[in-house]
T-cell receptor
Framework: DTEVTQTPKHLVMGMTNKKSLKCEQHMGHRAMYWYKQKAKKPPELMFVYSYEKLSINESVPSRFSPECPNSSLLNLHLHALQPEDSALYLC???????????????FGPGTRLTVL | AQSVTQPDIHITVSEGASLELRCNYSYGATPYLFWYVQSPGQGLQLLLKYFSGDTLVQGIKGFEAEFKRSQSSFNLRKPSVHWSDAAEYFCASLADDKIIFGKGTRLHILP
């Protein structure tokens, strides 16, 4: 199994809604990431979890709340989002061993989020 | 500061023609280097990577890249493109705990 899965594929939500994005991998990877990607732009790093602990938070607004319940699962909880938060949200993971900063990231297919 | 530059925003080639996508990096030491491909609305797929060793790296889908330290480049090549290669291509470097992506090159294929 060499796959990172993300659900849902598409999500439409209002500015007052609470929703969650889910990312899962069963490759034994111990670092997991959330990225935000706007159209025609490269991905921007949001959060890094290493061994289920938050390692990097790239000054992301508190309306985005990450959670890593176990080594295979990464969630992104969304609350009171703004229309400008509409984007493709990508999850990635990295094999253990050399550390999260020194190895290949494997990406999931993404969740296309639209905030109305 | 570390940076990755992809000078070409768009590239158009005919099906069956050869392809070279340019990537330049800026970093004091040798970074880890990657090429990813992204089809519309999809995630990023790793094509190939360079960490050390042989400077000519083979990847999936018939792609290869050559690391040239003297030119700070890591250009992606394919001898004969297929219509299915039309996508966005990102060069990336990993150094100092950060992965930095270039702005991407959109590849268009003419039939």
């Amino acid at each position: 199994d060499t796959e990172v899965t993300q659900t849902p594929k598409h999500l439409v939500m209002g500015m007052t809604n609470k929703k969650s994005l889910k990312c899962e991998q069963h490759m034994g990877h111990r670092a997991m990431y959330w990225y935000k990607q706007k159209a025609k732009k490269p991905p921007e790093l949001m959060f890094v979890y290493s061994y289920e602990k938050l390692s990097i938070n790239e000054s992301v607004p508190s309306r985005f709340s990450p959670e890593c319940p176990n080594s295979s699962l990464l969630n992104l909880h969304l609350h009171a989002l703004q229309p400008e938060d509409s984007a493709l949200y990508l999850c990635a993971s990295t094999p253990p061993g050399r550390g999260y900063s020194t190895d290949t990231q494997y990406f999931g297919p993404g969740t296309r989020l639209t905030v109305l | 500061a570390q940076s990755v530059t992809q000078p070409d925003i768009h590239i158009t080639v005919s099906e069956g023609a050869s392809l070279e996508l340019r990537c330049n990096y800026s970093y004091g030491a040798t970074p880890y280097l990657f090429w990813y491909v992204q089809s519309p609305g999809q995630g990023l797929q790793l094509l190939l990577k360079y960490f050390s060793g042989d400077t000519l790296v083979q990847g999936i889908k018939g792609f290869e890249a050559e690391f040239k330290r003297s030119q700070s480049s890591f250009n992606l090549r394919k001898p004969s493109v297929h219509w299915s290669d039309a996508a966005e291509y990102f060069c990336a470097s990993l150094a100092d705990d950060k992965i930095i992506f270039g702005k991407g090159t959109r590849l268009h294929i003419l039939p």
